[in-house]
């Protein structure tokens, strides 16, 4: 039998495929936006990365779920939280994180880990998207940028402002506020990062600060978050361009465990 | 083996054959306490409303009067699912989003006529403030004595810093509740009678002892009960009925159905897979979500602290007919929700060792900082200090738009998840050679 299992990761926003060969190398992967109708976006995302891994769906020996729609990746033969799949992706790809800060579209997670990957404790933000990737999208768009566009503009701030708002819609109207008092949107970008950064450490220091420090999720790829994350903790944070995918990675590591015997 | 045993873990809602014999009869008891007060075949016995906490029920009862008690009226309600048209009637009212719900549901539902799908609550004929520890609570008392016109005795009850009640505590206590006797035969115009207290107080210790009784079967491995969700249950009786026959005779039964599950192994679930202790104010809105969410994990409550805001009666305390006064001031002292924080986590740790429960869920309530503050403290103290893994969720206990249940049943799987992980690989490295 052909041990390649995958792990599929349907969060708020995107969904993430990872298919992982035998010997734990990444075949494929895909990502793709989470629409209406997510058991196909599943399915689309499975398809996908099997696409880029070269394979057929018959050669794939196990398949995990997890994220916000875990329990729609009917296909599937487990289903683990975005928590514990998160923790083994970023122990995976950095064996000495202690620490793993994920920032996706609506959730932000500070999840404290051990050496194997385990998680010793976590904490999560609750009833409020302040602080997420959603925060950054209404932002963007009340500046009129793409969302791929601020992380780098953040970085060329002269003298950020202070957004002291904790509440997505209340930070836009901050936002529309500095605009029209002409403030450079450059300066507000490194403001909103700033003010990101400030919320997700008293998450952090929740469950207790202790590098490494690794950052997942989609807002890992904002290069100004993570400059803005960096600056706020005083240790390096680890990134990399697989951060994003670190949930669904986890999620076929688990897979992997649970075909050879062992508890997922 | 029973139906219960070889039920799946998963199933939703609570299994009936779980709960039998003891659940009906608490049924029944409600229905005839409420149906009491509509019934127009008795004289109306003077009623007077009162808080759980350090409640004085037995003074209350040797005088004739009935007690209604309006957080259990709004747990009531709020399982029903008829908290939210009363909360959001008393919004209407003035009353902001922020204010405790047991306190909105209750003003609210006073305002619409106070009729309830379990009954019509009385009007009252006083109002007994009996725990002055929430100001929140001592507000909800003044406004419902103006609203009445109903005079109020407020209950002056020092907080607990100490495991033993101080002499002078004791004393200050003692005398308020001779000026409450002397109010009471003003309003019945009936001479107190300490022999009657004497013969309330037997009957309330009585119930205690069935409670306790029934509590620490939450020691046995596998539990035979459910120590929160099913206790929510029980703590009727011991809470509004303490005093009465009834209440002790019904923990006969409890204990006598415990019995039985233990001899036909039939338990709150098939694989008793984690034991719980269980702190905080239950989400009553959404209390059948809430239980499968632990169900669903192998997770039983083998104890918890909620079912104990009527008296720390299992850590050893007993009303004493022989000590009338002092054991009432003693319990009112003693309330869990009276105790300081250190206090407070000493018998949370103690429960940990006690019922070896292998984790800690804390529910943390939006309404209600009296209780919650410091909730988040004790998690980090569980974690940290004492080992123990702890989770920390938080929602409302009577307005269900607080109640997210993707939120919290994320968090309860991957802190289920975590404690499962953890487990398989002490297991393996307990296995490996070496």
New interface residues.
């Given amino acids: 039998m052909t041990a390649v299992v995958a792990g599929v990761d349907i969060g708020s926003t995107t969904a993430k495929c990872v298919v992982l060969g035998e010997d734990s190398r990444i075949l494929g992967k895909s990502l793709s936006v989470v629409g209406v109708d997510i058991v196909k976006d599943a399915e689309r995302a499975l398809e996908a990365a099997l696409a880029d891994a070269h394979l057929s769906r018959p050669e794939v020996s196990f398949i995990t779920g997890t994220g916000y729609g875990r329990y729609k990746v009917y296909f599937g033969q487990l289903v683990v939280t975005e928590i514990s799949c998160h923790a083994r992706g970023a122990n995976f790809l950095f064996p000495g994180t202690r620490l793993v800060v994920d920032i996706g579209g609506q959730d932000t997670k500070a999840i404290r880990i051990d050496d194997k990957g385990e998680v010793v404790d976590f904490a999560m933000n609750d009833k409020c998207a302040a602080g997420t990737g959603r925060f950054l999208d209404v932002c963007a768009n009340a500046l009129g940028y793409d969302v791929g566009e601020i992380g780098p503009l953040s970085l060329q701030a002269r003298r950020a402002v202070k957004v002291t708002s904790t509440c997505t819609v209340f930070a836009e109207s901050e936002v529309t506020s500095y605009v029209s008092r002409g403030k450079d949107p450059k300066d507000i970008l490194a403001g909103l990062h700033a003010s990101i950064a400030n919320r997700t450490l008293s998450l952090m220091q929740r469950v207790g600060v202790e590098p490494e420090v690794t950052f997942t999720g989609g807002v890992s790829q904002n290069e100004g978050m993570v400059h803005a994350l960096h600056r706020r903790l005083g240790v390096p944070v680890n990134v990399s361009p697989l951060s994003q995918y670190l949930g669904a990675l986890g999620a076929a590591l688990h897979g992997r465990e649970r075909l050879s015997g062992g508890a997922a | 083996m029973s139906d219960v045993v070889s039920a799946p873990a998963v199933s939703g809602g609570v299994s009936r054959s779980f709960l039998r014999d003891a659940r009906g009869l608490q049924r029944k008891l409600v229905e005839e306490y409420y149906g009491a007060f509509a019934s127009v075949d008795q004289p109306r016995r003077p009623v007077a409303y009162m808080l759980v906490g350090g409640n004085l029920t037995e003074i209350l009862r040797s005088f004739g009067y009935d007690v209604v008690f309006p957080e259990i009226v709004a747990l009531n309600c709020a399982i029903k699912h008829q908290s939210l048209e009363n909360i959001l009637h008393a919004e209407s009212l003035g009353y902001g989003l922020d204010v405790c719900g047991y306190v909105k549901n209750d003003l609210g539902l006073q305002d619409l006529g106070g009729k309830t799908s379990f009954g019509q609550i009385p009007r009252p004929d006083l109002l007994v403030c009996s725990f002055s520890g929430c100001y929140v609570y001592v507000k909800w008392w003044e406004a419902l004595a103006e609203s009445y016109g109903a005079p109020l005795f407020m209950f002056d009850v020092p907080y607990m810093r100490e495991e033993t009640p101080r002499q002078e505590d004791i004393a200050y206590l003692v005398s308020q509740l001779w000026e409450l006797v002397h109010l009471l035969e003003k309003r019945t115009g009936r001479a107190f009678d300490m022999n009657e207290l004497k013969r309330v107080l037997a009957e309330s210790r009585r119930a205690e002892d069935g409670w306790v009784e029934f509590l620490r079967a939450g020691r046995l491995r596998p539990s035979p009960i459910e120590a929160y969700f099913e206790s929510i249950f029980y703590m009727f009786p011991i809470n509004v009925l303490r005093g009465t026959p009834g209440a002790a005779d019904f923990y006969d039964v409890v204990n006598e159905e415990v019995r039985a599950r233990v001899r036909d192994g039939n338990y709150p679930l098939p694989e008793e897979k984690f034991r719980v202790l269980v702190e905080g104010v239950p989400p009553y809105t959404n209390y059948r979500t809430f239980w499968d969410f632990f169900r669903k994990w192998g997770a039983v409550s083998v104890v918890a602290t909620y079912p104990k805001v009527g008296g720390l009666f299992d850590r050893g305390f007993r009303h004493d007919p022989s000590r009338p006064f002092e054991s009432i001031a003693e319990y009112s002292l003693g309330a869990y929700v009276n105790q300081s924080w250190p206090l407070r986590r000493k018998i949370i740790a103690d429960y940990v060792k006690e019922y070896q429960a292998d984790a800690v869920i804390i529910h943390g309530i939006k309404s209600c900082r009296s209780f919650t503050a410091g909730q988040?403290d004790l998690r980090?103290w569980l974690?940290?200090d004492q080992g123990v893994p702890t989770l920390y969720i938080?929602s409302d206990h009577q307005d269900p738009r607080?109640f997210?249940p993707?939120?919290i049943k994320?968090?309860m799987?991957?802190f289920f998840?975590?404690l499962?992980?953890?487990?398989?690989?002490a297991a393996?490295a307990g296995a490996a050679p070496g």
């Fill in positions: 988040g980090d974690i940290h938080e607080y997210a993707a939120q994320n968090r799987d991957a998840e975590s499962e992980q953890r487990r398989a690989v393996a």
